[in-house]
Structure formats: C-alpha cells, structure tokens
C-alpha cells in the first residue's frame, strides 16, 4: 500500500473528526443519549475472512446506539438471520452488542463510519471514509467476496478499488470481478423501507448469499497478498 493509504487504519477512531457535520449530528445525539456509543462505529466479525459485507452508515437508533454494525434496529434482522441460515454466523442474534453472536469467515463494516443526519451522507463525507474502507479491505489477507447494500456501499467498493464506475453497474443481484480474486456482489439494502414495500424479500436477500457460498465453496481462493490500491 501507498504511502497516503498507509496513514489509514483499518478502523477510524471513536471520536473521528474528519466530517464536521457528522461530528455535530454525533455530539447531538450524545446530549440527547450519552449512553450510546455515539462514536464511529467499527467493522465487526474475523479478521481472516474472505467476506466483507458493507452498508451504508449506522443507523440512529441501531448501531449508532450499540456499536455494533446492523445491531439494534430492523436491517439487522435480516442481515444477520441470512447470516446464520448460511453458516457465516453462530450463536444467536438478540440485537445487543453482548449477546454472543460470533461470525464465522466475514466481516462487516459500512461505507460511512459515522450515523449520518436522515441517514444521509454527503458525497464529501463518503469519499473521506472511504480511506477508511480501503484500509479495511486492504487488511483482510483473504478477502474474496464483497456484498455491497445498497447503490451507496457498491459505489464506495468501487473507488477503495479504483473501478470506473460506469463499467461495474448496481443492480440486485449483479456480480462483479473488481480485482484479481476477488468478487462483488450487489444487494439492495435490508432495510426496513425495501422489506416493507417488496422490493427487497427474504428470498431475493437470501439468493445474493447462496451465491457468495457457493463461490467461496467452489471458486478459486484469491491470491494471500492482494490489496485495495490507492486512487490516483
């Protein structure tokens, strides 16, 4: 990795003070709740996995409250039930950072760190945390497989790699080669808007998974030393 890269750990601190409008909106929420986490939130899951799952941002009242990705509010429903129906999780998922849940073989992390106001991101804000998610793709030796959520998280996947855009389209469902043995898969993201209006089912979440099995099952192991590049 480069040497601007470098300066980047996998992990933004607690109190990052990168994005003064997500700074604000954090220091909102802790005078409102100073027993959150109210911080930005960091990847959960093994540090040696070949999957990385990433969302958007932490929700308010989800992981912006627990410090867990997807804990605490509905997306981690689904995301974490598709989780152990296919073996990348076990134990059991009971919406608190304490309760056990292990992952097993993936990680997860967001394209944002930070709870963002309307869950809502800047584009300045995404492209300054995507440093952040290229140091963390960068620092898992087997990474394989990558499922974005949502148009947002795809997009963020595709600059930490220096993809052009316009080659790798999002669509639900759709499957891209980024880097030499490593994949991307795209999935609508589990919220509960696009579970409440259809646009996402259980089925169509679970299909995105069964084929990240079956390619971490059955495709040929990425090289041990590939890392996410720095954009010109």
Not at 80 to 85: A, C, G, P
Not at 106 to 132: G, L
């Amino acid at each position: 990795m480069d040497a601007g890269a470098a300066q980047f750990a996998p992990e933004a601190p607690k109190l990052c003070g990168l994005c003064p409008r997500l700074v604000a909106y954090r220091d909102e929420n802790r005078l409102k709740a100073p027993d959150w986490y109210n911080g930005a939130v960091p990847s959960f899951g093994d540090e040696t996995a070949p999957l990385l799952i990433v969302g958007l941002a932490p929700g308010v009242q989800g992981a912006n409250r627990t410090g867990r990705p997807f804990t605490g509010d509905y997306a981690g429903e689904l995301l974490y039930s598709t989780l152990l129906q296919f073996g990348f999780a076990k134990g059991k998922f009971d919406a608190r950072p304490d309760d056990g849940l292990k992952l097993v073989g993936c990680m997860i992390t967001n394209a944002v760190r930070c709870v963002p106001p309307q869950n809502k991101p800047t584009p300045k804000e995404i492209a300054t945390c995507c440093d952040y998610l290229r140091a963390r793709m960068a620092a898992l030796p087997n990474l394989r497989a990558i499922v974005a959520l949502g148009r947002i998280a795809h997009d963020s996947v595709l600059s930490a790699f220096s993809c052009r855009k316009a080659l790798f389209p999002f669509s639900h469902g759709a499957q891209h080669d980024i880097a030499a043995g490593v994949r991307l898969f795209d999935s609508f993201h589990c919220s509960r808007y696009n579970t409440n209006t259809r646009r996402l089912t259980p089925e169509m979440f679970h299909a995105v998974f069964a084929a990240v099995r079956d390619e971490l099952n059955n495709g040929v192991p990425a090289p041990p030393k590939r890392r996410a590049s720095k954009p010109a």
